[in-house]
């Protein structure tokens, strides 16, 4: 069965004109170890889906299933266990890093609250090794997101991301603010950690050039609709 579910997703938000119909009856599925590019131009609903799939916020109407389970309105101790499950990588990753705490706290942080550790030096040994695992410097441990440039600090905020060892990641525009020279970069990392791991990404992005090589599938997005569902092979074949 598959990974993830969207059955008929909805998400609005009440605006001062009346009501904003960001998602619009959006149904999916993602499997296992897929890539879903979701396209679209600025604002036509890619962040709130993604954001809605995972929790960050709750649907309107509609249902999210992750493994079978319906989790569109689940709360407490079965909210906590969804986002232990599932995460999300954002375009600035300065945004979401807390700017008091240092490169090797930021990644200690999830780790610490998922109680998976007896001791401090088993919890020291995984920070280091989800550091290397995505390219940063131990030297840097003791660093400040400040003082990092774009391409490390979205790496920081991928270690982050890969703390619980998630089944299912949202990575919400996370090249789109590096420079063109880096990008390539953190896609491989993307990929290669994929490769790795087996985790599913539903990657949102208005840069159809981007997905383009990462995605097993595309969806394209238009006011806050599924205008277009189909292979990467289908959607870049000359025919
Ligand atoms: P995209 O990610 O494709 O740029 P968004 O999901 O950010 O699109 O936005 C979709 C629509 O929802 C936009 O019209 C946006 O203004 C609106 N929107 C997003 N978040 C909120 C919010 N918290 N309150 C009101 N409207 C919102
Ligand atoms: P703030 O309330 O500080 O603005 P954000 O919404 O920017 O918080 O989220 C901060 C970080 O916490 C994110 O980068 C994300 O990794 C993590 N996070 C928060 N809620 C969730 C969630 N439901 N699922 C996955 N990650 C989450």
Redesign the pocket.
Same mark, same amino acid.
């Given at each position: 069965s598959p990974l993830i579910e969207v059955k008929h997703l909805k $998400?609005y938000? +009440? !605006?001062p004109a009346g009501t +904003?119909h960001? !998602?619009d009856d959006v149904s999916f599925t993602i499997h296992k170890g897929e890539t879903l590019g979701v396209v679209? =131009? @600025?604002?036509? *609903? $890619? @962040?709130? #889906?993604?954001?809605t799939i995972i929790r960050l #916020?709750e649907a309107t109407d509609g249902q999210v299933l992750l493994e079978g389970k319906d989790i569109t309105h689940v709360q407490g101790e079965a909210l906590k266990k969804v986002r232990e499950q599932v995460q999300i990588i954002f375009q600035d990753p300065y945004s979401s890093l807390n700017p008091r705490l240092d490169i090797s706290r930021t990644i200690k942080e999830p780790l610490k609250r998922s109680g998976r550790f007896r001791s401090r030096a088993e919890l020291m040994k995984e920070t280091a090794e989800l550091m290397d695992l995505v390219g940063i410097d131990e030297r840097l441990r003791e660093a400040y997101p400040h003082e990092l440039d774009g391409g490390r600090r979205q790496r920081v905020g991928i270690a982050r991301a890969l703390a619980l060892r998630p089944k299912f990641i949202v990575c919400? =525009?996370p090249v789109s603010a590096l420079d063109v020279s880096i990008q390539a970069q953190v896609l491989n990392l993307l990929m290669d950690l994929q490769d790795e791991m087996g985790m599913a990404y539903m990657f949102?992005t208005?840069d159809l050039s981007v997905v383009r090589h990462i995605s097993d599938n595309i969806c394209v997005?238009y006011l *806050?609709q599924l205008v277009e569902k189909c292979s990467t092979q289908e959607l870049f074949s000359n025919n």
């Open positions: $998400k938000f +009440n !605006v +904003n960001a !998602v679209g =131009e @600025s604002g036509c *609903g $890619k @962040s709130t #889906l993604g954001r #916020l919400d =525009e949102v208005h997005m *806050g």
